[in-house]
């Protein structure tokens, strides 16, 4: 063929080799992936209707119901990250008419008032977990709103996010889904940051949707999202008066392709197959350490990553112990230091990832990822080693 047609030459950089940097990921997501799960992921594909596929698929379903302590047949992994899985809880129980009440103790809360907004619920109410008059502190929302919230806007969901990433707070939710079944609403939950390093019930704290990660605990690629539907949240699916708006996170369409419906498998998507592969074994690690002792060793290092902290005179974000994510922890940046520059440093200097704030905690915090597998006691150490060069090596006064 006449090459003259070509105006694009081939791009010089996928002429060369790829280049991947080998670092230690300590932020908030995603966590370095274990050898286990990278050659998981490295199979060879197959049809996504293959019956092979569809074993796993069926063992990946076991898992999330160990991790989510559910007995729900709702139970899948979306084909996306875990904005995908709160995009598909929102798209599919809520419907013109419907009101969320949203409580926004981070940035989460504040994207899925945004995806409510745009789903045309412009009325869903919202309550910020704000503390001492100076909005996002670190602190856990109070509880005493719930019951007004519930009373005053009746919504038919209300959304909160337990392990919230961009403040480390984790939230409790004893008697929130025993409340909200009260008055009407469901309790949809964000399970992301959490989710293996935190304890949660699904079944015994009546939560209806609960969503998490691939890349956080589980140590998997970025790109599956474990999500769950009790029986209210199925029943509120089958009443819809109108289909979701989406047709790819159409929950009807995945139950018949995931098996959850008791019918045979229908296609809905080509699904992607290695990272169910990763996924499964993902689960499968934390089934062979068991959810209680993956909660321990979580707050064990969270404990003693803290103590290190302020053994450094750094700050926690989260004043109250109780209430720290033992996932991801937030520590204030210290007074004449630039966030950028210590996170610079302790990749150029350590290849170890930490990140600054997101949301509501932007330039004011460094966040402190010990998820899954990177959560040990060997890189508590290595990350404090690192923060002290850092604050000896970066403060404004030296420039």
């Known amino acids: 063929?006449?090459?003259?047609?070509?105006?694009?030459?081939?791009?010089?950089?996928?002429?060369?080799?790829?280049?991947?940097?080998?670092?230690?990921?300590?932020?908030?997501?995603?966590?370095?992936?274990?050898?286990?799960?990278?050659?998981?992921g490295g199979r060879q594909l197959l049809g996504h209707m293959h019956p092979e596929v569809l074993q796993v698929m069926d063992e990946i379903k076991a898992g999330i119901q160990y991790a989510f302590?559910?007995?729900?047949?709702?139970t899948l992994a979306i084909s996306g990250s875990g904005h995908c899985a709160m995009e598909a809880a929102l798209v599919n129980l809520l419907e013109c008419g419907d009101t969320i009440l949203v409580a926004i103790n981070g940035i989460w809360g504040q994207r899925a008032a945004d995806i409510?907004?745009?789903?045309g619920m412009l009325g869903a109410a919202r309550w910020h977990g704000r503390a001492e008059g100076t909005g996002f502190v670190g602190r856990m929302p109070e509880c005493e709103p719930w019951l007004a919230g519930l009373v005053q806007h009746k919504p038919s969901v209300l959304f909160i996010t337990?392990?919230?990433?961009?403040?480390?707070?984790?939230?409790?939710?004893?008697?929130?889904?025993?409340?909200?079944?009260?008055?009407?609403?469901?309790?949809?939950?964000?399970?992301?940051?959490?989710l293996g390093g935190a304890p949660i019930f699904m079944d015994q704290q009546e939560i209806d949707v609960l969503y998490s990660g691939s890349q956080k605990v589980l140590n998997s690629p970025p790109g599956t999202a474990p999500i769950s539907f009790s029986e209210r949240a199925r029943k509120k699916l089958l009443s819809r008066k109108t289909k979701p708006k989406s047709f790819y996170l159409d929950m009807d369409c995945l139950a018949s392709y995931w098996g959850c419906d008791g019918e045979p498998r229908r296609y809905h998507h080509t699904a992607p197959?290695?990272?169910?592969?990763?996924?499964?074994?993902?689960?499968?690690?934390l089934a062979e350490i068991g959810l209680e002792n993956s909660w321990e060793q979580h707050q064990a290092n969270c404990a003693s990553l803290c103590q290190g902290l302020l053994s450094l005179g750094l700050e926690p974000f989260v004043k109250e112990e109780k209430v720290r994510l033992p996932t991801i922890t937030t520590v204030r940046v210290p007074e004449g230091y630039n966030w950028k520059d210590i996170t610079a440093f302790l990749i150029d200097k350590h290849a170890i990832e930490i990140a600054g704030g997101l949301g509501p905690t932007v330039d004011k915090v460094l966040r402190i990822g010990l998820m899954g597998c990177n959560s040990t006691r060997e890189n508590v150490n290595r990350v404090l080693r690192a923060l002290q060069d850092a604050l000896s090596s970066c403060h404004r006064s030296r420039l």
């Open 273 to 285: 197959i290695n990272s169910f592969f990763s996924l499964r074994e993902g689960l499968a690690m």
């Open 1 to 40: 063929m006449a090459t003259s047609l070509l105006h694009v030459p081939p791009p010089q950089g996928l002429l060369q080799p790829l280049v991947v940097p080998e670092r230690l990921l300590l932020g908030p997501g995603p966590s370095n992936v274990p050898s286990r799960i990278q050659a998981a």
């Open 162 to 194: 337990h392990g919230e990433s961009s403040t480390g707070v984790l939230q409790p939710l004893e008697g929130l889904g025993e409340l909200c079944h009260r008055h009407g609403c469901l309790l949809l939950v964000d399970a992301v940051a959490s």
């Open 116 to 119: 409510a907004r745009r789903l």
């Open 69 to 74: 302590q559910t007995q729900n047949q709702l």
